[in-house]
């Protein structure tokens, strides 16, 4: 089994998984600023380009994160990073899901449309990318409110594939200078409280 990787958020919530579980698995690093996600033989992996990509010893081929963990956590269920029973994988679901769609794709949108990395990859619209600066401030607002409630982690009391993808966004916002505002003390302690995780620096 390997894992295509390369410095970007996605395969790197991958990594924080795979450190989380304890794992060893052998990497194949991609450099995507010299392009190598566009060789014909990484397209043949993943048609889209893109990183994270598992490849199985029998050569099967697995991407997207959330797939690519989901696998894992079957074959290594220990600890459980989806939920332990019903309504604790319903809640981790939930809450991967606003994380994605709330935190991290407002942030991701902010990068793709105004880092120089992507200026060849599709059409940049400025005052898109504004929009979602501003909406970045009110989605960090609203978890701020959510987790006021003293919970330990964003889904409950488990830390779980919910706050991976919320560390992806912290990394995210760090680097386009998105990060939660001072004020917000719910989710600045949580974010301390992941980053001060064995898995944060992988
Ligand atoms: N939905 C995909 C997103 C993967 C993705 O966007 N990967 C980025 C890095 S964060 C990538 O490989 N970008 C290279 C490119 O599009 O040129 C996942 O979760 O795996």
């Not at 995507?32 to 033989?41: E, K, M, S, Y």
């Not at 989901?70 to 939930?94: C, K, N, Q, W």
Request: net charge negative; charged share 25%.
């Amino acid at each position: 089994m390997k894992l295509y990787d390369g410095g970007a958020p996605s395969p790197r919530r991958v990594r924080i998984f795979i450190a989380e579980k304890g794992l060893d698995i052998p990497k194949v690093e991609l450099d995507l600023t010299a392009g190598d996600n566009r060789h014909p033989d990484f397209l043949k992996l993943n048609s889209l380009g893109q990183v994270p990509v598992l490849e199985l010893d029998d050569r099967t081929v697995i991407s997207e994160s959330i797939a690519i963990c989901r696998y894992l956590e079957e074959t290594h269920p220990d600890p459980a990073l989806f939920g332990s029973d019903a309504v604790e994988r319903a809640r981790i679901e939930m809450w991967n899901r606003r994380m994605e769609i709330e935190i991290l794709g407002t942030l991701a949108n902010v990068a793709m449309h105004t880092l120089p990395y992507f200026k060849d990859k599709g059409i940049q619209v400025p005052a898109f990318a504004d929009a979602q600066r501003e909406a970045a401030q009110t989605k960090w607002a609203w978890l701020n409110d959510e987790l006021s409630d003293g919970r330990a982690f964003v889904a409950g009391e488990v830390f779980s594939i919910a706050d991976i993808t919320g560390m992806a966004a912290s990394m995210v916002a760090e680097f386009v200078d998105l990060k939660p505002g001072e004020h917000l003390h719910h989710v600045r302690a949580w974010e301390e409280t992941l980053r001060s995780r064995h898995s944060w620096s992988v």
